[in-house]
């Protein structure tokens, strides 16, 4: 059942009733609508009843969600199961998730949608920079909380404070939890949260992850707009700090000469990866999803169009590339393909030795079983690799900006070095490169001295 409620000549209620609660109240769904004061009476009535219909079909289908009543973290949990569960990869699920439970939803997951505002983000994006604010901090339970809890049993506990029984088992045995659950304990026992934990302050974080926090949350205010749960995204009325991106980290010319050298009393495997890396600037992910049928040894190519990688809660993944730019076939030099059809030839000796024992995965990077690598190996030999040769450190990642800086410095233009790395926007090479990019200026006016120079200008 629908019907409307006026207000005055231009607003009215919505009303719909949706079935019963346990007590055999009724459910009533209620939305004030307002209407111009330039409809004629039949234009509104018409009006209020297409609002109506929608609105009870709203109700009635379960999207409509009232801003008023709803919290946050209830929107929230709505938001996962509706949206990001189907348009979100796994690896997006699980570092926002991550980000939601440890520092948003304990400072923000209370507030009705409906009352956030600039003022809450404001404060929460301040305080994301001081650890001593943050609500992600560790408390470790003491001797005086071990003394309190001793006469009661975990379930016990849980059912005075209503924390989960595993919670509260880890309470017993004094591991740390997290500020919500030691405050519920200390205010149902009535007891000093400075007297029974010790605050174990998390690290400071970083502008870059910050921002990627107020991101979450303004990704999920978007959608409560678009699902009219709330009026506007007051993300958009707040101002953080401007951020500089920090310049990529790559080796020089010389650097990358005493890293080659280095690797030639290495596995082949290591050189393999490490020239591709160098060569064409593949992250890790794309590198261990490399199959032999991505490599074309009669065009010198390789095709680009999947990665790998491990999703805590999903484990080892085969997913689509990073962006649609990411899927592309790259042309190869020739000392890399060489170094490929080496390691090929021996993948197939090892192949023949273990004969049935060999794990016919299809990739190229696979232990001497046969069997895949794991997608973080890669990180962990290079660590290693530099260590033992004393080299200075760089990421495995970092790798890839070398061979943006190699290109860049050799004078290859901006949309060739983009589309190399599979860059979703040529921008986004100009942005981060850039410094090499002024570098490169400089050169630029030199030439212009030599072109007069030849032209024997006065």
């Given at each position: 059942?629908?019907?409307?409620?006026?207000?005055?000549?231009?607003?009215?209620?919505?009303?719909?009733?949706?079935?019963?609660?346990?007590?055999?109240?009724?459910?009533?769904?209620?939305?004030?609508?307002?209407?111009?004061?330039?409809?004629?009476?039949?234009?509104?009535?018409?009006?209020?009843?297409?609002?109506?219909?929608?609105?009870?079909?709203?109700?009635?289908?379960?999207i409509y969600l009232d801003g008023e009543k709803i919290t946050f973290a209830e929107f929230t949990k709505k938001w996962?199961?509706?949206?990001?569960?189907?348009?979100?990869?796994?690896?997006?699920?699980?570092?926002?998730?991550?980000?939601?439970?440890?520092?948003?939803?304990?400072?923000?997951?209370?507030?009705?949608?409906?009352?956030?505002?600039?003022?809450?983000?404001?404060?929460?994006?301040?305080?994301?920079?001081?650890?001593?604010?943050?609500?992600?901090?560790?408390?470790?339970?003491?001797?005086?909380?071990?003394?309190?809890?001793?006469?009661?049993?975990?379930?016990?506990?849980?059912?005075?404070?209503?924390?989960?029984?595993?919670?509260?088992?880890?309470?017993?045995?004094?591991?740390?939890?997290?500020?919500?659950?030691?405050?519920?304990?200390?205010?149902?026992?009535?007891?000093?949260?400075?007297?029974?934990?010790?605050?174990?302050?998390?690290?400071?974080?970083?502008?870059?992850?910050?921002?990627?926090?107020?991101?979450?949350?303004?990704?999920?205010?978007?959608?409560?707009?678009?699902?009219?749960?709330?009026?506007?995204?007051?993300?958009?009325?707040?101002?953080?700090?401007?951020?500089?991106?920090?310049?990529?980290?790559?080796?020089?010319?010389?650097?990358?000469?005493?890293?080659?050298?280095?690797?030639?009393?290495?596995?082949?495997?290591?050189?393999?990866?490490?020239?591709?890396?160098?060569?064409?600037?593949?992250?890790?992910?794309?590198?261990?999803?490399?199959?032999?049928?991505?490599?074309?040894?009669?065009?010198?190519?390789?095709?680009?169009?999947?990665?790998?990688?491990?999703?805590?809660?999903?484990?080892?993944?085969?997913?689509?590339?990073?962006?649609?730019?990411?899927?592309?076939?790259?042309?190869?030099?020739?000392?890399?393909?060489?170094?490929?059809?080496?390691?090929?030839?021996?993948?197939?000796?090892?192949?023949?030795?273990?004969?049935?024992?060999?794990?016919?995965?299809?990739?190229?990077?696979?232990?001497?079983?046969?069997?895949?690598?794991?997608?973080?190996?890669?990180?962990?030999?290079?660590?290693?690799?530099?260590?033992?040769?004393?080299?200075?450190?760089?990421?495995?990642?970092?790798?890839?900006?070398?061979?943006?800086?190699?290109?860049?410095?050799?004078?290859?233009?901006?949309?060739?070095?983009?589309?190399?790395?599979?860059?979703?926007?040529?921008?986004?090479?100009?942005?981060?490169?850039?410094?090499?990019?002024?570098?490169?200026?400089?050169?630029?006016?030199?030439?212009?001295?030599?072109?007069?120079a030849k032209m024997n200008v006065g």
């Amino acid at each position: 059942m629908a019907y409307s409620e006026k207000i005055s000549d231009t607003t009215y209620r919505l009303v719909v009733c949706n079935g019963y609660d346990n007590n055999g109240k009724k459910l009533r769904k209620r939305k004030t609508v307002r209407f111009s004061d330039k409809l004629t009476p039949k234009q509104l009535q018409k009006e209020l009843n297409r609002q109506l219909v929608l609105f009870e079909q709203e109700v009635k289908s379960g999207i409509y969600l009232d801003g008023e009543k709803i919290t946050f973290a209830e929107f929230t949990k709505k938001w996962f199961k509706d949206y990001a569960e189907i348009n979100l990869t796994p690896t997006t699920i699980v570092a926002y998730g991550q980000k939601l439970d440890d520092r948003i939803l304990p400072a923000l997951g209370h507030i009705k949608m409906g009352k956030l505002q600039p003022t809450h983000l404001l404060q929460f994006y301040q305080n994301l920079h001081d650890p001593d604010l943050r609500l992600d901090n560790k408390y470790i339970p003491n001797k005086n909380l071990a003394e309190k809890l001793k006469p009661y049993t975990p379930l016990q506990i849980s059912n005075d404070t209503n924390i989960s029984l595993k919670s509260c088992r880890r309470l017993k045995r004094g591991m740390p939890t997290d500020y919500n659950i030691a405050k519920q304990l200390c205010k149902t026992y009535k007891i000093s949260l400075k007297s029974m934990f010790t605050c174990s302050k998390s690290k400071t974080l970083s502008e870059r992850t910050i921002r990627n926090h107020m991101g979450v949350i303004r990704s999920i205010l978007s959608t409560a707009v678009k699902w009219n749960v709330i009026k506007d995204n007051p993300m958009q009325r707040i101002d953080m700090k401007k951020y500089q991106k920090p310049k990529a980290k790559y080796y020089d010319d010389k650097q990358v000469s005493d890293m080659l050298n280095a690797l030639n009393n290495e596995p082949l495997i290591l050189v393999v990866m490490v020239y591709l890396a160098i060569d064409i600037g593949l992250r890790r992910s794309e590198l261990t999803g490399l199959t032999w049928e991505d490599v074309n040894f009669k065009t010198s190519q390789i095709s680009i169009n999947k990665q790998r990688h491990y999703v805590v809660g999903y484990g080892t993944i085969k997913d689509k590339t990073k962006t649609e730019a990411g899927v592309r076939i790259v042309t190869v030099s020739n000392k890399v393909m060489q170094l490929l059809k080496q390691y090929k030839n021996q993948q197939i000796q090892q192949r023949l030795k273990l004969g049935s024992a060999w794990h016919n995965e299809p990739y190229i990077f696979v232990l001497d079983d046969g069997k895949a690598i794991s997608t973080n190996l890669p990180y962990k030999w290079f660590i290693n690799f530099l260590k033992r040769h004393n080299l200075p450190k760089i990421t495995f990642h970092q790798l890839r900006h070398t061979n943006a800086s190699l290109l860049i410095s050799e004078g290859e233009d901006i949309v060739t070095v983009s589309g190399r790395l599979g860059h979703a926007d040529k921008n986004i090479t100009l942005n981060t490169y850039s410094h090499l990019i002024k570098s490169r200026e400089a050169q630029v006016a030199n030439k212009m001295d030599e072109f007069y120079a030849k032209m024997n200008v006065g």
